[in-house]
């Protein structure tokens, strides 16, 4: 699909962060397992409640827009779980260290989702979308 319509970066937007957040969901239980600390589990845990209700979230909206999200593949949070993995497998389990390094990974990944979901309100906004 050539993307040369604003409807067109919206959709292939939406289709990106779904991809975002479905493989998030599905990174975070070994996340959670690896953690020490237990408050930095429980907000892992939450995080991950919040992402699963967000995918649902998605769901509604290309239901609403009479679409299905499709196969497309966010690459961009692909690598960085394709490094948070490579991390985790090299440190040590429920390790202060183990923590700092996942700290960092989720920050980067909430950042990721913050411009996106900015980034799909504009876009809403521009063709008059509540």
Same mark, same amino acid.
């Given at each position: ?33 690896? +953690?020490?600390?237990?408050? !930095?589990? %429980?907000?892992? *845990? ?11 979230? &998605? ?37 202060? +260290?183990?923590?700092?390094? !996942?700290? %960092?990974?989720? *920050? ?11 980034? &799909? ?10």
């Amino acid at each position: 699909m050539k993307i040369n319509t604003v409807q067109k970066l919206y959709v292939h937007s939406l289709k990106d962060v779904f991809s975002a957040e479905k493989q998030i969901v599905k990174a975070f239980p070994k996340m959670i397992k690896a +953690v020490k600390n237990t408050d !930095l589990k %429980a907000s892992f *845990q939450t995080h991950f409640e919040e992402s699963q209700e967000h995918v649902r979230r &998605l769901e509604q909206v290309f239901g609403m827009l009479e679409m299905s999200p499709g196969r497309q593949k966010c690459k961009s949070l692909e690598g960085m779980l394709t490094e948070i993995e490579e991390f985790m497998d090299n440190s040590e389990s429920n390790s202060d +260290v183990m923590d700092l390094g !996942l700290i %960092a990974a989720i *920050q980067l990944i909430e950042h990721y989702e913050i411009s996106s979901y900015g980034t &799909l309100m504009q876009y809403a906004k521009m063709m008059g979308d509540n």
